[in-house]
């Protein structure tokens, strides 16, 4: 006759899958816990990567890619010289989020700011311009920008370049500001206004101090980008490693 005598190998063999799936379950645990913190991280890194000049609006692509890509970049190019120019003209009085969305418009209509080719525009050529719902339609605003261009060129005879002209006025290097707040921004420097000054006395039109400092702002001349602005740090690293 068989006797069943107990022993403690089927409560163990019982337990294992219990075990198993505690162990299993406070592994998941700690995964869903480290994937939180490496996430919680991450979102904090990219949102202090991310920290942008408060005048940003971050619904608008266009402004957005603007700020993170070309604003207060150091441009040496003397057609963007020109496009920086005119279109900081064209701003005088209105939203430059507006701007923006004419620049392709602008870059057709004055053939890709090829200041040679815009200095030649005829009064035919202008009047045309003003039927271009690409562009910002103003009579005064058109005619300068086709006068700055003879002024342009004018200035590249003299010193070669536009570039090499237009750096003097901050000494060859941008100048780094320490913002806080854009209240702190100003509209106009002095060195805008000596720039704005000579300009004009240069035959340049819709180049007034105010300006003549968006024009510095837009290509480098400048940074002002708020200290707290990701693109500051990266511009003043830049502007450091390249010296």
Not at 34 to 48: F, G, I, M, Q, V
Not at 172 to 201: C, F, H, V, Y
């Amino acid at each position: 006759m068989f006797i069943f005598r107990a022993s403690r190998w089927p409560t163990e063999w019982m337990m294992a899958p219990a075990l198993k799936r505690v162990v299993l379950d406070r592994r998941k645990l700690n995964d869903r816990k480290t994937k939180l913190s490496e996430t919680n991280r991450e979102t904090k890194h990219n949102s202090a990567q991310s920290k942008r000049c408060s005048w940003v609006n971050a619904d608008d692509p266009l402004l957005l890619q603007y700020h993170d890509r070309e604003w207060g970049v150091p441009a040496h190019s003397d057609r963007k010289h020109f496009e920086a120019l005119i279109l900081s003209g064209v701003q005088a009085g209105l939203n430059w989020s507006l701007v923006l969305k004419k620049r392709e418009g602008y870059r057709r209509a004055f053939c890709k700011f090829d200041p040679e080719k815009v200095a030649r525009y005829s009064d035919r050529q202008i009047h045309k311009l003003l039927s271009d719902r690409q562009i910002i339609r103003n009579r005064l605003k058109i005619e300068a920008a086709v006068r700055n261009a003879r002024a342009f060129l004018k200035v590249q005879e003299e010193f070669g370049t536009f570039d090499s002209y237009c750096w003097r006025f901050v000494d060859g290097r941008p100048k780094l500001n320490r913002w806080k707040t854009a209240r702190q921004i100003p509209a106009r420097s002095l060195e805008s206004e000596k720039l704005s000054k000579d300009l004009k006395d240069r035959g340049f039109n819709f180049v007034g101090p105010t300006v003549a400092y968006a024009y510095m702002q837009a290509i480098g001349m400048v940074n002002d980008h708020t200290v707290d602005c990701f693109r500051y740090r990266e511009i003043t690293r830049e502007f450091t490693d390249a010296k």
